[in-house]
């Protein structure tokens, strides 16, 4: 039987075989002529790219015309129209047409598409959910090179979703991505990426959200034009790395940056080098200036200039190498606090650059530079930890230091692209990003997706389907230490939303969620449900334990913790009395049926009346 099979194969292989060879003969003899959709397609779809590249593109109308070639079977403009498509940029979103478009491409085995299409079962939007199929797409895709399906695969394994958890399995996809980042990292760092909470934001409307206000921006931008020379190199660096709401911008960064050095800035000489030694399309590389301004920076004591100044002598740009030289500015650099002096320090001392091979130096040298935000300190660390060179080898740590690289690439942006989209309105458009960042690991998404779910604002799914999909998002944000989440999954449970009323596991989620932050809001909870004896056994000094534990935890809690506190001495009252024999009283006084079952509630707003009334009295003027 066997063998019968392996002969049939055989045939088929050898038949599918001679008709290639004889297809590919008759393409030799017989040159194919482009059809007029063909050229009419490519016509489109270079226009477009034309408007694209060219000085203040005029976008929508490049994407029409990508539209118009998509059409027509042009699968680059395929792509490009299916992703405008799918995620609302500069076409209106269309899913089942962006799914004709992917399904096509991830037919012929294009590892983009085969990852967006992959991204469409696992979120269930323009097509039922399917994690089966989603899981396969995303395998293609990653073994495809695709680097956005190799992180979806990792956090898939990291975390057990569709897959048996495997650590090692998520450790090879993340150090591919890493490796990646690591190797497009430039002197200048890379961008910025705003991770603004959603939640955070709206609770708390002056909270620092890492966006730059417009309004700021432009006041800075006044202050740097009247010569205010702090101004200037902030808006300098700003431009040049780019973050926080602002392009990346190296013309407008070297016009601020001239005029700071010219004022005699150390700053500004210092990023001037930079840019030299890099070298853009804004200014030619070169070592001769770019050593100018490094050493002008680093004789006024500026460790961003005496960093620079070794870099050039550990690789010999514009100078001989000198590992001695190098080591010493970097050390000068490294004992202010300069990230990419510790940081060099850290490749000195593990390669034995100059220095003795020292790991343990190493190690400090890339925490340091880690702790201060440097992608490539969390790289090497990562690297450390991988092999255990020098450190403990930890696949666990290992893999949570390249995550953390992984997500500091530049596909990292779309989370502003996001927040900008909720902030103009544009709700399904900013879900739809979350939720594909969601599905790449980043927990900011996932929080943000539940939270854009959790306040039904918009129309893209059922209601109970909706709060279903919270949850999910929001258990994965919990998984990945938000104390918040892990609050909401309690709310989940305690009332049923997007699942079955459970008590135990509402507590369950509000511990954990005490236990990592001692969040004010878990442990407030967590003393109800004693008092009421919900999903924990009814226990007043617990309760009242609880109670004061969330007053600790926050200052915003006082007040709330002051009338539950009261309501549960009156309520540890009331049942104390009914301990004793005080039939002919109790019988005629029951609160409960006096009041109905929400009394608690009533007696718990009578107060907060009272106690707002005595504050006005308070700050009323006196005669």
């Known amino acids: ?91 209106k979103m269309n899913f089942p047409l962006a799914k004709r478009f992917l399904k096509q491409l991830a037919g012929e085995g294009d590892p983009s598409a085969q990852m967006l299409i992959g991204f469409m079962y696992a979120s269930g939007i323009g097509m039922e959910p ?75 409307p002056g909270s620092y959200s890492g966006i730059l206000d417009d309004d700021l921006l432009q006041y800075y931008q006044f202050l740097a034009d009247k010569g205010d020379v702090n101004a200037q190199v902030g808006l300098g660096q700003l431009h040049y790395q780019g973050g926080r709401g602002v392009e990346q911008d190296h013309a407008r960064a070297l016009n601020y940056f001239l005029q700071a050095a010219d004022a005699g800035n150390a700053n500004a000489m210092a990023f001037l080098g930079k ?85 343990k130096s190493a190690s400090k040298y890339f ?3 880690s702790q201060s935000g440097h992608v490539l300190g969390y790289y090497n660390l990562a690297q450390m930890h991988a092999s255990g060179t020098g450190v403990t080898k930890s696949c666990p740590t290992a893999v949570e230091l390249f995550k953390n690289v992984a997500e500091r690439g530049h596909w990292g942006t779309m989370l502003t692209t996001a927040h900008n989209a909720y902030k103009d309105g544009r709700l399904t ?69 997007g699942t079955k009323i459970d008590y135990e596991t509402a507590a369950a989620q509000y ?32 309760a009242k334990r609880y109670y004061d534990m969330a007053a600790d935890s926050s200052a915003d809690a006082h007040v709330p913790v002051a009338l539950a506190k009261f309501k549960l001495a009156f309520v540890y009252g009331a049942e104390s009395l009914q301990k004793y024999d005080w039939s002919l009283v109790t019988s005629h006084f029951n609160i409960t049926k006096i009041l109905g079952p929400d009394w608690d509630l009533y007696l718990m707003t009578f107060m907060a009346l009272m106690l707002g009334l005595v504050v006005a009295i308070r700050r009323m003027p006196q005669p």
Request: hydrophobic residues 40%.
């Open 367 to 369: 925490t340091l530079a």
């Open 429 to 497: 458009e900013a879900f739809i990003k979350y939720s594909f960042m969601a599905e790449l690991g980043y927990e900011v998404a996932q929080n943000n997706a539940a939270f854009i779910l959790d306040r039904q604002e918009f129309e893209l799914f059922q209601k109970n389907e909706s709060l279903s999909r919270a949850l999910m998002y929001w258990s994965r944000s919990a998984t990945q230490g938000s104390s918040i989440a892990r609050v909401k999954l309690g709310d989940y449970y305690y009332y049923g939303y």
């Open 511 to 542: 511990r954990l969620a005490s236990d990592m932050q001692q969040n004010a809001q878990a442990l407030f909870n967590l003393a109800y449900m004693h008092e009421q004896g919900l999903g924990l056994k009814k226990d007043f000094h617990l």
């Open 275 to 359: 840019m030299y030694l890099e070298g853009s399309s804004v200014v030619q590389q070169s070592n001769e200036t770019a050593l100018k301004y490094f050493k002008m920076a680093a004789e006024k004591g500026n460790s961003v200039g005496q960093s620079g100044l070794g870099v050039m002598y550990l690789y010999g740009k514009g100078v001989e190498k000198d590992y001695h030289k190098a080591h010493k500015y970097f050390s000068l650099a490294a004992n202010q606090g300069w990230v990419d002096g510790q940081l060099q320090l850290g490749i000195m001392y593990f390669n034995g650059l100059g220095v003795p091979k020292d790991y």
């Open 130 to 204: 399917d994690p089966v199929k989603a899981l396969v797409y995303y395998t293609f895709a990653a073994t495809g090179g695709n680097l956005l399906a190799q992180m979806a695969m990792g956090y898939r394994y990291w975390s057990g979703i569709s897959v048996i958890s495997s650590c090692d399995t998520a450790l090879k996809y993340y150090e591919k991505v890493a490796k990646k980042v690591e190797e497009e990292v430039s002197f200048s760092g890379v961008i910025a990426i705003s991770r603004v909470r959603l939640l955070d934001e709206i609770e708390n």
């Open 1 to 91: 039987m066997e063998r019968a099979i392996f002969f049939t194969s055989l045939i088929c292989v050898l038949t599918l075989t001679q008709f290639v060879a004889t297809d590919a003969t008759d393409s030799l003899t017989k040159p194919l002529q482009p059809t007029e959709d063909e050229k009419r397609a490519n016509s489109s779809y270079e226009n477009a790219k034309q408007i694209l590249n060219g000085y203040n593109p005029d976008r929508p109308k490049a994407y029409q015309l990508l539209l118009e070639a998509a059409k027509l079977n042009h699968s680059k403009a395929m792509l490009m129209s299916a992703q405008a498509l799918l995620f609302g940029d500069h076409l």
